[in-house]
Structures are given as structure tokens and as C-alpha cells.
């Protein structure tokens, strides 16, 4: 099975008081597809989600998938494979991603 790095960004949520809109996460996950990648580290990001305390005052993320990435390197460590970057309502999340997509940048 091969290894993969994911990128998942979860928007469509109001957190209080700071009023957090959405958040982007990298999951590595191993697949025999990116396809199946990207299912499981949707799956593992929305069962995170769903037991997370500071979720539960707001709806549940929309999660999509960013990128997929297989990483090549046997030496690179696949840990810690959990937080989130989180963004406001006026931020946007392209600034977020862009730092997310960055600091795997070692990855491939």
C-alpha cells in the first residue's frame, strides 16, 4: 500500500466567539488509490470532527479534498496526523491552505 499526504478543508461552520468559519488539516493516510486516500482521511477527519468538544456548539463541517499527494520518501514521518489551521469569517481560506499545501512542501 502506498502513502499518502491529504489536504482537507472543512468550511460551514460558526464557532464562538471567535466566530471560526471553517478550518483546512493534512491527514496521511495509506491507500492502494489516491481515490481511497482521499475517502479515508475525509472519513477520519469527520469522525475527529464529530467527537471534537469545541465542535460541538457549531453545524458540522462540509469537508472536501484540496489535494492529494502520495508521499514518496520511506524516511518521512506521517506524525503528528491531527489539528487544524482555522479561519475566520472575513478571512477566507486561501491564506489557511496555502500555509497547509506549504508546510508539507517536503513531503513529495
Known amino acids: 500500500m502506498s502513502r499518502y499526504r491529504v489536504v482537507i ?4 461552520m460558526n464557532i ?4 471560526v468559519a471553517g478550518f483546512a488539516t493534512t491527514r496521511f493516510v495509506h491507500a492502494t488509490t489516491a481515490k481511497l486516500a482521499a ?7 469527520a469522525d475527529a470532527a464529530a467527537s471534537e ?5 457549531s453545524p458540522q463541517p462540509t469537508l472536501s479534498v484540496d489535494l ?7 524516511f ?15 478571512d477566507g481560506s ?15
Open 9 to 12: 478543508i472543512g468550511t460551514g
Open 68 to 74: 492529494v499527494t502520495r508521499v514518496w520518501n520511506p
Open 76 to 90: 518521512k514521518r506521517s506524525e503528528p496526523n491531527s489539528g487544524y489551521s482555522f479561519f475566520g469569517q472575513d
Open 53 to 57: 468538544p469545541a465542535f460541538q456548539s
Open 39 to 45: 475517502q479515508e482521511a475525509i472519513r477520519q477527519v
Open 16 to 19: 464562538p466567539p471567535e466566530g
Open 94 to 108: 486561501d491564506s489557511i491552505l496555502d500555509i497547509e499545501r506549504a508546510a508539507g512542501s517536503g513531503w513529495w
